[in-house]
């Protein structure tokens, strides 16, 4: 049989080649079973309290043996998992159907467990969806318990592999053996899911969604990840083979040099600054920014804070988060961007209502000024942040001068109230506006006269403009950064922001890519921030390329008629610059 390519998405980078190891994290089937009897059913009730003990024994000795680098920030996703041994609906819920219905306790808590689905889909909530894997994950691991099945773990590897799952739970990414696990492929998650995160943060290539791999790979088999382009291919040829096994030492050896650079200032050879930042979802995010040579963060998303608790955030939730990664990201400054929920985003408990055109509903900025409890409870939790460290703050998604002139007066309110309770807070916090419609980037120098900076949002900018949806995947090969129409966009936004002598900075996707770096620097940013794998790459272009040649690049490109003519401008610059570099991309 030949080899058999999986194609899904990159989730960590890097390329590996290695024996796979399938983990068998296939749901334990439970046989229907005759009723018994009403003394049995007793029986069954004490051995399904049982396993949920076992299970909490389990869990705890994971707690205790997580390993240290991962630290306590993925805790919590444990302690979560150790509180669903107590939750009303499985545990009470499962005993009652094993007396009521005369089950065995693999039935009672099967049947429960679906039950418990059904509930959650019908919510139709990305929280509680969730909620609902977690609670499938603990089952399957009472379910282990009660079957006698062993609970397979990666802490149990003895030869290096590569990790082959269905989906792996924080219990099994907290406790591998790092040493031993060369990387991570599984037929669900995404780039945003927990393993996805782990894996970037330890450096590990992953590649997630290859939807059934799990099925076509047996321990053993050799296996090629590129955890770059989210690829795996099973059983390789022998030209794939040896194929990979160059670019795996390429991809090293570049890396290796890339590395050199973290310490290093991201400072042009003619000593222009250009601030290489980080951007996070989550606080445990933080470290990765440094290690990466990156300072400071350009954009937090706070979305997360919202859809992981069941109730919107307290202002304590807010403020206990931001200022936990202010005080890591120190002496660097954060960008804490205003909730964004709405578009393509999910929305908030309470507030999940179906819109016929969600990227042109009500999203982000409109929904918080509609909401004000939420927006002003978010707010407080920022300024009292900032008494920690350097805090600006980001508006998501401003149309224009008025929202501007509406949130200023918020603040003004906001602020009002703290200095009346006598709470600290940074008196003079930088407010930036993200330009991501076109109405904001055609209005800019009117903007300008009232934020102390612009950060340029390109995926949303790009949608806009190009009026192109973000989410579907049959326009997809139409966006395009190098369009005429966006560069002209950025380029109205950097005059607009240097005749108003305000900070300029770009935080979407376009700023991660080395390719346009230098087409950025030209064009006047300051501030680049990016997803952190990136930031090496960009780092090596703005330490090669004088600001005069940027510049000449930039007139370059902005004077092509069509994408196609501005990207040969730029791929030619790129590639008598950096041929390497290229070849890696
Ligand atoms: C953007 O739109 O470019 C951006 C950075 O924000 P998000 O991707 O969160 O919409
Ligand atoms: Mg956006």
Same mark, same amino acid.
């Given at each position: 049989m030949g080899e058999t390519i999986f194609n899904g998405i990159g989730a960590s980078p890097g390329i590996v080649i290695g024996r796979a190891y399938l983990l068998d994290r296939r749901k334990v089937v439970v046989a229907e079973q005759p009723r018994v009897s009403d003394a049995t059913a007793k029986d069954e009730v004490a051995r399904f309290k049982r396993a949920i003990e076992s299970a909490r024994l389990q869990l705890d000795d994971v707690r205790k043996r997580v390993? @240290? =680098? !991962? /630290? @306590?920030? $993925?805790?919590h996703i444990l302690d979560t998992h150790i509180m669903l041994l107590e939750d009303k609906m499985l545990v009470e819920g499962t005993i009652k159907r094993i007396r009521e219905e005369k089950l065995r306790a693999e039935a009672g808590l099967a049947e429960t467990v679906a039950a418990i689905g059904l509930k959650f889909d019908a919510m139709e909530d990305e929280y509680l969806r969730e909620r609902k894997h977690d609670v499938e994950q603990v089952a399957e691991r009472v379910l282990r318990n009660l079957m006698g099945r062993k609970q397979e773990s !990666?802490?149990?590897?003895?030869e290096e592999a590569i990790i082959i799952a269905h989906d792996l739970a924080p219990s099994d990414t907290l406790l591998m053996r790092k040493e031993k696990v060369l990387g991570f492929a599984t037929d669900v998650g995404s780039r945003t899911s927990h393993t996805a995160i782990v894996a970037r943060s330890l450096g590990i290539p992953a590649a997630a969604g290859?939807? @059934?791999i799990t099925a076509s790979v047996r321990t053993g088999d050799v296996v090629i990840l590129d955890g770059n382009h989210g690829t795996v291919i099973v059983d390789p040829d022998e030209e794939t083979f040896l194929d990979y096994l160059r670019r795996k030492q390429r991809y090293k050896y570049f890396e290796q040099e890339l590395d050199k650079l973290k310490d290093l200032p991201a400072e042009t050879p003619d000593g222009h600054r250009i601030h290489l930042q980080g951007n996070i979802e989550l606080p445990e995010e933080v470290a990765t920014v440094a290690k990466h040579g990156g300072t400071g963060i350009g954009l937090y998303r706070t979305e997360f804070l919202f859809l992981n608790r069941q109730h919107l955030p307290t202002e304590e939730q807010h403020y206990v988060a931001y200022r936990d990664v202010v005080e890591r990201s120190a002496p660097h400054e954060v960008v804490i961007r205003t909730l964004d929920v709405g578009g393509d985003k999910v929305g908030l408990p309470g507030h999940g209502e179906q819109e016929p055109n969600p990227a042109l509903g009500l999203r982000a900025i409109r929904f918080c000024l509609q909401n004000r409890d939420i927006f002003r409870t978010q707010l407080r939790g920022i300024f009292r942040a900032s008494a920690h460290g350097k805090v600006k703050i980001l508006y998501p998604m401003i149309s224009g001068l008025t929202e501007l002139q509406e949130i200023k007066r918020v603040m003004g309110e906001v602020r009002a109230e703290l200095r009346a309770e006598g709470v600290p807070f940074d008196e003079r916090i930088e407010i930036g506006v993200m330009i991501e419609i076109p109405s904001a980037a055609m209005t800019a120098d009117l903007l300008a006269k009232e934020a102390d900076f612009f950060s340029i949002g390109t995926n949303d900018l790009i949608q806009y403009t190009l009026a192109? =949806?973000?989410?579907?995947? $049959?326009? &997809?090969? %139409?966006? *395009?950064?190098?369009e005429p129409a966006v560069l002209r966009l950025l380029q109205r936004v950097s005059h607009a922001a240097h005749e108003g002598r305000i900070g300029l900075a770009m935080c979407g *996707? %376009? &700023? /991660? =890519?080395p390719l346009y770096a230098a087409i950025l620097m030209g064009l006047g940013f300051q501030y680049l921030s990016m997803n952190v794998a990136a930031i090496p790459w960009v780092k090596k272009v703005v330490r090669s390329v004088r600001m005069q040649d940027a510049v000449e690049l930039a007139d370059l490109v902005m004077r092509q008629p069509t994408a196609a003519l501005a990207r040969q401008a730029a791929e030619s610059f790129m590639h008598q610059r950096f041929p390497d570099l290229m070849a890696e991309m």
């Open positions: 390993t @240290k =680098d !991962l /630290g @306590k920030a $993925h805790r !990666l802490a149990d590897i003895r290859l939807e @059934k192109i =949806d973000r989410t579907n995947e $049959h326009v &997809a090969f %139409m966006y *395009e950064p190098l *996707e %376009m &700023a /991660g =890519d």
